[in-house]
Structure formats: structure tokens, C-alpha cells
């Protein structure tokens, strides 16, 4: 069974700032990794995936995976107030791989 | 990817009694996926609802307290039974989009308010 942590729980930083959030997991046999985000009173929306060790880059936003380590993160670079949000990591949690279990989230907040 | 409209959008209702939510894919998932998320917290699976079969539920989750109706490819519905204060939260139905790669979509939830 998938086991999968977050930190930090929430995170102030100014705008302009480069934000990291963590998230580790257990089942080592994982193939592929997810973060989420959530803006206040609406659903969570797929922000970025990665599927290989290593390093993604989307516009400001980066994921570095791990995965001997069981760890992968999320850096957005130059943040901004739009980016103030609850964000999610999430791994899957069998081999089948529909399923994700998710982290307990970072609230990010971003001051102008 | 793939788009769920869940209603009601809210609700209150009082303990003890159950209420509906229905979930609309605007084309054939094969899975619908039904979590549950306290104040702005993790999302927690429920259960998985394929079509003409039982849903599969998570530890913590019962098919007595919440019934899961899968009766085509575009369409589920979650009932709360005998809903409790501790059952106030948000509920969402997500599913998988064709050629994906498992990304989730979600619905936009259903906010319960039990009193």
C-alpha cells in the first residue's frame, strides 16, 4: 500500500520568490509521479507529471524525481499570488496504477 | 481528458438522513474514482466504480454507508446513508481521460453539510 508525504504543510513566500515542495513515497516499484494543484473552493487540476529519474521543466514550474531515493519535488520559479494554492503530490497506489493515493498537501502562499 | 459534472454542488441535509451525487463524464470512462477531501486537506479514495460490477472500496469506506451506483460508462452515483457530522466534507468523482497516462480529472465536488 502507497504511503505518500508531504512537506511543508504550508509555506508563505514572496512574490517573486523560488518555491520548493516535497513529497516522498514507499512502494519503490512506482512508476510515475503527479502534482496537483487546488485553488481555494474549486477541484484539483493535474499541474505536472514525470515518469523518469530526473529533472521536467514546464514554464516556471520543475519536478525532480528520485526515485531511489523515494522522493520528488515541485519548484516554481518566481512565484506568484495566482500560484497561492493547496498542492498535491500523488503516486500510485497498485500495479494496476489507476488509482493514486495522494499527500496531505503544502497550502502555499504567495504575498505580493 | 475528460469532463465530470457532478450536482448538487452543496448540501445540507440532517443527521440521519441520506442524500445523492451524481456524476456526468461527457464521454465513456471506464473507471470513475470517487474521493473524499476534508477542510483543505488530502484527497481520500473511497472507491472505484466500474461499469455492470460492485464498486471496490477503500479501508474505511463501507457499500452499507456509501452505495455506489455504476450503471453505464458516463454516469455513477454516490449516496451517503445515514449521514453524520463527521461525514462534512467535500465530495469528488474523477476519472482517467482517453490516452491520459492516468491523469485524474475531477468534478468540481459536491460541498456536504451535515447538521
Known amino acids: 500500500q502507497q504511503n505518500v508525504q508531504q512537506s511543508p504543510e504550508s509555506l508563505i513566500v514572496p512574490e517573486g520568490a523560488r518555491t520548493s515542495l516535497n513529497c516522498t513515497f514507499s512502494?519503490?516499484?512506482?512508476?510515475y509521479f503527479w502534482w496537483y494543484r487546488q485553488h481555494s473552493g474549486k477541484a484539483p487540476k493535474a499541474l505536472m507529471?514525470?515518469?523518469?529519474?530526473g529533472e521536467k521543466e514546464e514554464g516556471r514550474f520543475t519536478i525532480h524525481l528520485n526515485k531511489a531515493s523515494l522522493h520528488f519535488s515541485l519548484h516554481i520559479r518566481d512565484s506568484q499570488p495566482s500560484d497561492s494554492a493547496l498542492y498535491l503530490c500523488?503516486?500510485?497506489?497498485?500495479?494496476?496504477?489507476?488509482?493514486?493515493?495522494f499527500g496531505g498537501g503544502t497550502r502555499l502562499t504567495v504575498r505580493p | 481528458s475528460v469532463l465530470l459534472y457532478q450536482k448538487p454542488n452543496r448540501d445540507i441535509c440532517q443527521s440521519g438522513t441520506s442524500l445523492k451525487i451524481q456524476c456526468v463524464a461527457d464521454?465513456?470512462?471506464?473507471?470513475m474514482f470517487w474521493y473524499q477531501q476534508f477542510q483543505e486537506q488530502s484527497l481520500m479514495l473511497m472507491a472505484t466504480?466500474?461499469?455492470?460490477?460492485?464498486?471496490?472500496?477503500e479501508s474505511g469506506f463501507t457499500k452499507d454507508k456509501f452505495p455506489i451506483s455504476r450503471p453505464n460508462l458516463t454516469f455513477s452515483t454516490l449516496t451517503v446513508n445515514n449521514a453524520r457530522p463527521g461525514d462534512s466534507s467535500i465530495y469528488f468523482c474523477?476519472?482517467?481521460?482517453?490516452?491520459?497516462?492516468?491523469?485524474?480529472?475531477f468534478g468540481a465536488g459536491t460541498r456536504l453539510s451535515v447538521l
Open positions: 500523488a503516486a500510485p497506489n497498485n500495479n494496476a496504477g489507476a488509482k493514486l493515493t
Open positions: 512502494d519503490s516499484a512506482s512508476q
Open positions: 507529471s514525470i515518469f523518469s529519474n
Open positions: 464521454s465513456q470512462v471506464v473507471s
Open positions: 466504480a466500474n461499469e455492470g460490477s460492485e464498486a471496490t472500496y
Open positions: 474523477s476519472s482517467r481521460g482517453l490516452g491520459g497516462r492516468n491523469t485524474l480529472y
